[in-house]
């Protein structure tokens, strides 16, 4: 079974553009959650989506947002980027069956 | 919402000693504690969990204990290696939203 998969791996884009990541979740689960780490620090939480819908926002600008669509994938788009977006965004997936959260390998976005 | 302390920040052993990390947690009628273990350039990986009907947990060489009273709980690596070297994340999920909250991460090294 295939596991969280994130798209692209790397991406680089220049200051004030626009970035948009994308979540495949692990079959069967539908909550997707978005994390924020830059380097050297922890997990900071961006946004959590399940079914569909937008549960819980983390303590980021409004440029951050994103969408689940109906087969539970999720895309997360940065707009205006700024030279401190540049991290690792990590999503993990979950079911509401179980609890366990499994992560993707992340994407690693460099603002120039 | 949910406050999560993770504590040491950094923590280095001898090979074959023994690590315990903690976190604390603030919200009592959260029912779900992983640990994840990121290793350098990696995702997290979820290593062990503990829900709150459940005093300890072992797995081989690691452990995690949960005083539901006092509201912490503890991650215990026995006999620890130089693999065992990673970043440790503790989490609580909230049983009222569901959301995942990350504590700050410990930073394990063990020297051989």
């Known amino acids: 079974e295939a596991g969280v998969t994130q798209s692209p791996t790397h991406l680089i884009k220049t200051r004030g553009q626009q970035a948009t990541l994308r979540c495949s979740p692990i079959?069967?689960?539908?909550?997707v959650y978005w994390y924020q780490q830059a380097l050297g620090l922890g997990l900071q939480f961006l946004l959590w989506y399940d079914e569909g819908e937008e549960r819980n926002r983390g303590n980021f600008p409004p440029r951050f947002s994103g969408r689940q669509f109906p087969n539970y994938s999720s895309e997360l788009n940065v707009n205006a980027l700024e030279l401190e977006d540049s991290a690792l965004y990590l999503c993990?997936?979950?079911?509401?069956?179980?609890?366990?959260?499994?992560f993707g390998q992340g994407t690693r976005l460099t603002v120039v | 919402g949910e406050n999560v302390e993770q504590h040491p920040s950094t923590l280095s052993v001898q090979e074959g000693d023994s690590a315990v990390i903690k976190c604390t947690y603030s919200d009592s009628a959260s029912n779900y504690f992983p640990w994840y273990k990121q290793e350098l350039g990696k995702r997290p990986q979820l290593i062990i969990d503990i829900r709150s009907n459940v005093g300890e947990k072992k797995d081989q060489r690691i452990a995690v204990t949960l005083n539901k009273t006092a509201k912490h709980f503890s991650l215990h690596i026995t006999e620890t290696q130089p693999e065992d070297s990673a970043v440790y994340f503790c989490?609580?999920?909230?049983?009222?939203?569901?959301?995942?909250?990350f504590g700050r991460g410990t930073q394990l090294t063990v020297w051989p």
């Open positions: 989490a609580v999920r909230e049983s009222t939203l569901g959301r995942l909250y």
């Open positions: 079959s069967g689960h539908t909550s």
């Open positions: 993990a997936s979950s079911s509401q069956q179980n609890t366990e959260a499994f």
